[in-house]
């Protein structure tokens, strides 16, 4: 479980593609300072679980459903990634529970700058409609994000 509150901006090292599979590395000395192998870190969203750690970076499996529903295949070396640890019990919420299993890949619509805030327009495919309330919460690539209207 997560927060939607984000520590780091990751930097993308590498991504190698497969037919079904990738394996992305990320560079991130903060949520790798008490990393092991086998715990879960939520990447734009995506909870990923570290498969192997070294220099201040992660290594993380992707699965062909993960590929699917997620951007992180068109990922890039330098290309900047939202990152999350996984909270652990008694820590506090600072923002919303955030699964990190991703439903859908879409786009941001609109984006008007507030004089505190910003205000976001998202897509949202239909068969998910009915589960988004007014006033609950989504994460946009790991962001949580207070929804104002399903």
Known sequence: MFTGIIEELGRV???DTHAESARLTVAAPTVTADAREGD???V???C???AELHDGAFTADLMAETLTRTALGML???DRVNLERALRMGDRLGGHVVQGHVDAATEVLERRHGENWDLLRVGLPQDLARYVAAKGSV???GVSLTT???
């Open 139 to 141: 994460a946009v690539d």
């Open 148 to 150: 104002g209207y399903p």
């Open 48 to 50: 990923l679980t570290v």
């Open 40 to 42: 879960s870190v939520c």
């Open 76 to 78: 890039a070396p330098g």
């Open 44 to 46: 734009n969203g995506c």
């Open 13 to 15: 090292i590498r991504l």
